[in-house]
C-alpha cells in the first residue's frame, strides 16, 4: 500500500501531465483556426476576397509613364503623339508670324512716310511693293490703284487687308481644329475602353476579376486624359492669337489709312508708273 508522501507525488505528476495535455490540445485545435477566422470573415466582408493575393504579398509599383503607355497601346500613342507634335508647331509658327515686327514693322513705316514726306511716290511704291509684311501689301494694293482715284486706292488696300487677314486666320484655324477634334478622339478611346470592359465580363463565366477590367478602363480614362490635355492648350492659344491678330489688323489699317489719306485729293493720272500725283 503507498504511504501517502507516494500518493500526493502520483497526484501532483498526474495533474502535470494533464495540463499539458490540455496545453498541446488546445495549442493544436488553435492551429487551424488562426488561418479559418480570418479568411470566414474576409469572406463575409468582401466575397471577391478569395481572388485578391495574399495580405502579406508585396504591392507591385509601376511608372505613372509605363502605366499610360500600356495603356494607350501603339494605336493612341501614335495619334496622339502626333496630334501634339502637330499642335506645338501651328502654336510656335502662329506666335513668330502673328507679331508686330513682322505685321507692321516700324523701319518700314518710317521709310515710307520719309518718302512722302520727300514726294517720292515711286519711292514709296517700290519699297512698299518689295516689302513682305502685312502693312506692305496693304498700302502697295491702295498705291497701285490711285491712278483710279482715291477710293479704288482705299477699295483696294480692303481688299488686300481681308487677303491677309484670311490667310492668317486660315493658319489659325488649323489650331482651332485640333481643339475640337483631340477630345473627341479621347471620346473615341473612351468607347473602346468601355466596351473592352464589358467585353470581359460578357465573355467570362464567372465574375472577372478587378485586374482584368482595369486594362480597358485604363485606356478609357487616359485618352479621355491625354485629348483634354491636348485640346485646352490649342484653345487657349487659338484664342490669345485670334485676338492678337484682331489688334494688329485693326491697327494695321489705321496706319495704312494715316499714310494714304495725304492722297485724298489725288486725281487720275500719275507720276512715275505709280499713278500717283497730288493735287
Do not use: C
Request: aromatic share 8%; net charge negative.
Amino acid at each position: 500500500m503507498l504511504s501517502l508522501s507516494e500518493r500526493v507525488s502520483r497526484h501532483r505528476s498526474l495533474r502535470s501531465w494533464g495540463i499539458f495535455l490540455l496545453a498541446l490540445t488546445v495549442a493544436v485545435s488553435a492551429i487551424p483556426l488562426v488561418g479559418l477566422v480570418p479568411s470566414a470573415v474576409a469572406q463575409d466582408e468582401e466575397p471577391a476576397a478569395a481572388d485578391a493575393p495574399a495580405a502579406d504579398a508585396p504591392v507591385q509599383s509601376r511608372n505613372f509613364l509605363t502605366w499610360m503607355k500600356d495603356a494607350l497601346g501603339w494605336f493612341w500613342l501614335l495619334v496622339f503623339g502626333l496630334l501634339s507634335f502637330v499642335m506645338v508647331a501651328l502654336i510656335m509658327m502662329n506666335l513668330m508670324q502673328v507679331r508686330r515686327d513682322v505685321l507692321l514693322p516700324n523701319d518700314f513705316v518710317e521709310e515710307f512716310e520719309q518718302k512722302l514726306n520727300g514726294k517720292d511716290f515711286q519711292g514709296a511704291y517700290e519699297i512698299a511693293r518689295n516689302d513682305d509684311s502685312f502693312v506692305a501689301r496693304v498700302l502697295a494694293a491702295g498705291m497701285g490703284r490711285l491712278s483710279r482715284g482715291y477710293p479704288e486706292a482705299v477699295e483696294g488696300m480692303q481688299e488686300a487687308g481681308e487677303d491677309e487677314n484670311m490667310a492668317l486666320e486660315h493658319r489659325l484655324s488649323f489650331l482651332a481644329l485640333i481643339g475640337t477634334v483631340a477630345p473627341m478622339l479621347g471620346l473615341m478611346g473612351t468607347v473602346q475602353g468601355m466596351i473592352a470592359s464589358f467585353d470581359k465580363i460578357a465573355s467570362s463565366a464567372v465574375s472577372p476579376k478587378p485586374s482584368e477590367l482595369a486594362e480597358g478602363i485604363s485606356t478609357a480614362l487616359f485618352t479621355t486624359l491625354i485629348g483634354l490635355g491636348i485640346a485646352i492648350p490649342a484653345m487657349v492659344f487659338y484664342s490669345i492669337l485670334k485676338n492678337r491678330i484682331q489688334r494688329l489688323v485693326l491697327e494695321i489699317g489705321m496706319v495704312s489709312e494715316g499714310l494714304m489719306s495725304r492722297f485724298a485729293a489725288v486725281g487720275k493720272g500719275g507720276a512715275g508708273g505709280t499713278g500717283t500725283k497730288p493735287a
